[in-house]
């Protein structure tokens, strides 16, 4: 039989209000009470009841997370981090999929589940400046991505123009010219491949080189296999480069199989950086060079911040935006074998968060 309040009461010599009180952090109980209910709990293994604590608290220790795919590693890997960043807070998180898909990511966001957590994390994708008054509902949001600033809601984010313009210095400051901004989507100015194609523009402004469209490569689906397809495409067209700056690790990856493939060299024909720094890129052959965009600290700080705004529902504080630190990570696929026996870090970093 499941083990009841009452039986971990019996064992702890107390009332069941007190094991209650125990169970919600009660502030005023004597230290030596409350470790003798905790000895208990732990002993009989007893598990509280915490959907009545949520109706009789107002909580429920929960967070959601609304992301568009955990098949793609960068959202994986954010999922992870999140999830480590709530556990230090003693928060659950319920992960939904939207898909990128506008009406799926309405309906996650509107959706019955969100009523039953503290607050939501909402990785935007297909949302537009235009729904932003879609966004103003009464549970704790902070959004994360490259969608709808100025909005109802705190905003976490990356800086994607500066580290795509670090990433194309740094192939800049090897000597590289021909330099193909890899994974551009037409009519994008405000997602990160229209933001990530800034930053290369400015970069390659700076240093005086010419912007050449032909060497803006469209990848359609952000994946390995459309990276791979569209690698194969450009050396079919007779494109001449000797850089690649990835706006994406896993397309940069596909892209590093197909010129292997055609035996192309990298580093020393051409050198590629990506975008993400998901943990694959350390041990793919080559190890692949790329942007950390400060993903632990985006998780952090939108927890965080999350949380500010669950303990005070009622503050009257106006939406905040922040911005993570980035940082160029130097491999193989930039410095070559012997050079990356000693890895360091690149050097555009940028140690702390803006708000703004």
């Keep these: 039989m499941a083990v009841t309040m009452h039986d971990v009461a019996k064992r702890a010599g107390v009332s069941i209000k007190t094991v209650s009180n125990v169970i919600n952090d009660y502030p005023h109980i004597r230290e030596e009470t409350r470790s003798r209910v905790l000895e208990a709990i732990a002993a009989l293994g007893y598990q509280p009841n915490l959907s009545a604590r949520g109706l009789r608290s107002g909580r429920t220790g929960a967070i959601s997370l609304i992301i568009p795919d955990l098949k793609n590693a960068y959202f994986a890997e954010l999922a992870d981090a999140v999830m480590r960043a709530a556990a230090e807070h003693d928060l659950v998180v319920m992960i939904q999929q939207s898909g990128g898909i506008r009406d799926r990511e309405l309906e996650v966001l509107h959706g019955p589940r969100m009523r039953m957590v503290d607050g939501i994390l909402f990785s935007v994708l297909a949302l537009g400046q235009e729904d932003a008054g879609l966004l103003d509902i009464p549970t704790p949001l902070v959004l994360l991505g490259e969608r709808i600033f100025n909005g109802p809601a705190d905003h976490v984010t990356m800086q994607n123009v500066a580290a795509a313009r670090a990433a194309t210095e740094y192939l800049i400051s090897l000597g590289r010219k021909r330099i193909v901004a890899f994974g551009a989507h037409e009519d994008d100015g405000i997602g990160s491949a229209g933001l990530r194609l800034t930053g290369y523009r400015e970069a390659?402004?700076?240093?005086?080189?010419?912007?050449?469209?032909?060497?803006?490569?469209?990848?359609?689906?952000?994946?390995?296999?459309?990276g791979a397809d569209a690698m194969r495409a450009?050396?079919?067209?007779?494109?001449?480069?000797?850089?690649?700056?990835?706006?994406?690790?896993?397309?940069?990856?596909?892209?590093?199989?197909?010129?292997?493939?055609?035996?192309?060299?990298?580093?020393?024909?051409?050198?590629?950086?990506?975008?993400?720094?998901?943990?694959?890129?350390?041990?793919?052959?080559?190890?692949?060079?790329?942007?950390?965009?400060?993903?632990?600290?985006?998780?952090?700080?939108a927890v965080r911040v999350l949380l500010e705004r669950i303990n005070d529902p009622a503050g009257g504080a106006p939406p905040r935006e922040y911005e993570s630190s980035f940082r160029i990570v130097e491999r193989e696929s930039t410095l070559g074998v012997a050079s990356s026996l000693h890895p360091r870090v690149g050097p555009h970093v940028h140690p702390h968060p803006t708000s703004r």
């Design 204 to 226: 390659l402004a700076a240093a005086g080189l010419q912007y050449r469209e032909e060497l803006v490569v469209d990848v359609g689906n952000w994946n390995r296999a459309d």
């Design 234 to 301: 450009a050396l079919a067209s007779g494109l001449e480069f000797d850089a690649v700056v990835a706006f994406n690790d896993v397309i940069a990856l596909g892209a590093v199989r197909v010129l292997q493939e055609r035996g192309i060299r990298i580093p020393d024909d051409v050198a590629v950086i990506g975008f993400d720094d998901i943990d694959e890129t350390r041990y793919s052959l080559p190890s692949l060079s790329t942007v950390d965009p400060g993903r632990e600290e985006i998780a952090e700080t």
